[in-house]
């Protein structure tokens, strides 16, 4: 897929050396195609490594696809210049008229506090609003995927005995649903979290439904049966080296942190992490794009249409 974004985008760079289809705004516009609209909500403090790992993803289908970056203007960024959120960025009222065809919400390191505290919560709320009225179908992620929860059903989270930390296995529970085209009956994902939701919340949620599960990580992937919402406990999208630099960014602050489980091989930090996760984590997005989102949004992106109170 050939992704649209901004020459200088620092990603950029890395993206090509990967040889992703990276296409300058100049070049998009001289093709006769309708591109597809994806908006990323970047709630990550490291914005940058953020959105290399999502455009990784993104750029893995046959479609031009238009990226939007959206950041929380009711937040200071301490972890990002603020040269590159003015130059890549723009704010969630700016784009409120438009309507995307596709939708990213990122985690973000606040799941210890209630969510009404986080700073940016109601500009939150109205972002996860629209995108029920005005996005054809939004993905949600870890920290994301419990605000969503919340917002749009209620389900609380809970605090976890201890942080879920490390790369486990999960079982396809829907293995004909077409997000799961390609996939074998289980695939790792990584997780890093203290909280979780419950199953019994999710089952008692109408409309709800549970795609895959772990027995260790719980519930991991679950949609909306009305809508084209995803949400996702875990981090596919993580790098190779990810949970390697929180684990040693911890470790080196004397901070209580374990071993990611199975991560190192024989749990070793001075060993290099084997990925095994990046095969199915390319096949979700690219699912999503062509299934849940491609084949079905109108030509027109004006003729997307929802709930307007976002219910």
């Known amino acids: 897929m050939p992704i649209n974004i901004p020459a200088d985008l620092p990603a950029r760079g890395m993206l090509e050396a990967e040889n992703i289809f990276v ?3 100049e070049r998009a516009v001289r093709q006769d195609i309708r591109p597809l609209r994806i908006a990323i909500v970047n709630l990550m403090p490291t914005k940058t490594a953020t959105e290399l790992q999502l455009l990784r993803l993104l750029g893995n289908s046959p479609v031009q696809v238009d990226i939007t970056l959206i950041k929380a203007e009711s ?3 301490k972890n990002t210049a603020a040269d590159h959120l003015e130059r890549f960025y723009t704010s969630f009222d700016a784009v409120r008229e438009k309507k995307f065809d596709g939708m990213i919400i990122t985690g973000a390191p606040v799941e210890k506090l209630p969510f009404e505290e986080v700073d940016y919560w109601d500009e939150l709320t109205e972002i996860m609003d629209y995108s029920r009225a005005r996005v054809f179908s939004t993905i949600y992620l870890c920290w994301g995927a419990q605000a969503g929860l919340y917002r749009h059903f209620g389900i609380d989270k809970h605090d976890l005995p201890h942080k879920l930390f490390g790369v486990f296995p999960h079982k396809v529970t829907q293995r004909f649903n077409p997000i799961f085209r390609g996939f074998d009956d289980a695939f790792a994902m990584p997780h890093s979290r203290h909280t979780e939701v419950r199953r019994a919340d999710i089952e008692a949620a109408p409309g709800l439904e549970i795609l895959a599960d772990s027995q260790e990580a719980g519930p991991c992937i679950m949609k909306d049966k009305k809508r084209r919402q ?3 406990m875990g981090h596919m999208e993580y790098d ?3 949970l390697g630099a929180e684990y040693r960014r911890d470790f080196d602050k004397d901070l209580p942190i374990a071993v990611p489980v199975a991560y190192y091989p024989d749990d070793d930090p001075s060993q290099t992490p084997l990925v095994t996760w990046r ?4 096949l979700f997005f690219s ?3 062509n299934f849940y989102v491609y084949q079905d949004t ?3 992106p ?3 249409g929802g709930d307007e109170n976002g219910r």
């Open 279 to 282: 095969a199915h984590a390319n």
């Open 287 to 289: 699912n999503w794009m």
């Open 298 to 300: 109108p030509y027109d």
């Open 75 to 77: 937040h200071v960024s």
């Open 302 to 304: 004006e003729a997307i």
């Open 230 to 232: 995803f949400f996702i």
């Open 240 to 242: 190779g080296d990810t």
């Open 23 to 25: 296409m300058s705004e």
